[in-house]
């Protein structure tokens, strides 16, 4: 457990690092653009991110489970077929959205003039998926310092080229795409050079089969993440306007704080959960780590619950004021990820990976319908609503179906009683405007409640005495 909670650490100060880009850039964006071409940004953005994981096909998940199954020249057999997989097919999908970028922002902005910013933008793709690859493989080799200064490149030189192609020449929305190509380039060729010895040029048809066979059949589950955090804007675009997307976009990046805790928890728990697979008392482990998990979690959703409001107006101008009732409930949306993984170790354990889909498919189904329902007649309330519902059932159909294949003894009735504050804070928010005293005094309650849990569940797990 020592090793699960120094790599949480370690992940959690990069990933801090880099949500303090965010938190940094976002003053500027917010001053140099107004809501429109906020809400133009993020769109491209969006179009990026739903486009890159068909260059990826899951393929990092085959890496991440067989890593410690394999050794010396036939680990380096896995590393290399993935990469070329992934390169092939990333180089590929990036060309054909590159042809096709006018065409695209055409449908999207009923206009072809912001073509340029989606060709910039789809550059990235290729070295996005290379970066992540590279990331992924320096966790697992435990290179946490190696982890971190690519991480530091990747922000400082954001930051400086932010500076120079948005602040110093001028550059506009197509500014922010250069200033994130030059700094996605930078931090690949460093990935890239520490783990040049991890490679070898030789194909393996048998190791190329077994990856596909572990990771496509999660593929259709990732298509549903991605629709679940993405469909949103294409309801909003349709439904409200690219002013309503970038208010929606600034609640998001607040709200993505959670992820500090979200992307260190994933980054240390992958490694960390097939470790435990050949541990005989692996489900008395993952019982007690989840109360520990959804503790911390949620009191997160609390805190930045209960002060978005000096959030937003410490980092953006009036135009945004209004994201500030919506930061909670994201926050929620996004903790509930953590939840998921946490609970879903049926169908990896038992290679049982279909199910990643079934419950994902499920799940959009659910997504879409209710931003149907819920967008037109809560606006962007009905947006968040939405998202909040779509994980909340997520989180119990994977509980459910994880459980049937897996049984692992969760006590339910604690980890209800720690979601009830962050579920009904993040939505009362969005009604009622409490006053700071107000709110200072809920959130001194909170993290007594949640910290008397903690500790208590936390002093009974180092009871346990395993040894992890």
């Known amino acids: 457990m020592k090793e699960f909670f120094k790599a949480f650490l370690s992940f959690g100060l990069a990933t801090s690092l880099q949500k303090l880009l965010g938190f940094v850039i976002l003053p500027i964006y917010t001053n140099y653009f107004d809501t429109e071409e906020y809400g133009i940004i993020d769109m491209t953005s969006t179009i990026i991110t739903v486009v890159a994981i068909f260059g990826l096909l899951q393929l990092e998940t085959s890496l991440q489970r067989y890593y410690y199954e394999y050794s010396g020249i036939k680990r380096k057999l896995l590393i290399s077929n993935i990469y070329m997989w992934i390169g092939g097919i990333s180089v590929l999908i990036a060309t054909l959205l590159f042809v096709f970028a006018p065409i695209i922002s055409l449908k999207l902005f009923e206009t072809a003039k912001y073509g340029y910013l989606i060709r910039i933008a789809s550059i990235q793709l290729p070295l996005n998926n290379i970066n992540m690859l590279g990331l992924v493989l320096l966790r697992f080799e435990k290179e946490n310092l190696k982890f971190l200064k690519v991480i530091v490149v990747n922000v400082s030189s954001s930051l400086l080229f932010v500076y120079i192609f948005v602040i110093y020449l001028k550059l506009g929305l197509a500014g922010v795409f250069y200033a ?7 931090s690949t060729s460093l990935v890239t050079f520490y783990i040049r010895k991890s490679f070898i040029l030789r194909k393996s048809k048998l190791i190329a089969k077994k990856s596909f066979k572990y990771a496509l059949p999660q593929f259709p589950a990732r298509i549903g993440s991605m629709v679940l955090g993405q469909a949103n804007r294409f309801f909003m675009l349709g439904y409200l306007s690219l002013s309503a997307i970038g208010i929606y976009s600034v609640s998001m990046k607040l709200a993505s704080s959670i992820q500090l805790v979200n992307t260190a928890f994933i980054l240390a728990w992958a490694p960390f959960m097939h470790a435990q697979f050949k541990n005989k008392n692996n489900k008395t482990v993952f019982a007690n780590v989840l109360p520990l998990v959804a503790g911390t979690t949620f009191l997160f959703v609390c805190l930045i619950t209960l ?25 929620l949306f996004f903790s509930l990820y953590i939840i998921k993984e946490t609970v879903d ?26 931003l149907y329902f819920l967008i037109q007649n809560f606006e962007l309330k009905g947006v968040v609503f939405a998202m909040i519902i779509t994980n909340l059932f997520l989180v119990i159909i994977s509980w459910l179906v994880s459980n049937r294949l897996y049984h692992i003894p969760y006590n339910i009735l604690l980890f209800v009683f720690l979601l009830i504050p962050a579920l009904v804070l993040s939505i009362s928010v969005m009604f009622i405007e409490l006053t700071l005293t107000i709110r200072i005094l809920i959130s001194l309650l909170c993290t007594g409640l949640y910290l008397i849990v903690l500790i208590t569940k936390y002093k009974k797990f180092k009871q346990l005495n395993f040894k992890l």
């Open 345 to 370: 170790i049926g169908p990896k354990i038992r290679e049982k990976t279909k199910y990643l889909s079934i419950t994902f498919f499920l799940s959009v189904i659910v997504n879409v319908l209710a």
């Open 180 to 186: 994130q190509l030059g700094a996605i380039f930078l």
């Open 307 to 331: 002060f978005s409001k000096e959030m937003i107006q410490l980092l953006a101008n009036e135009d945004f004021y209004e994201s500030s009732k919506y930061v909670g409930g994201l926050a």
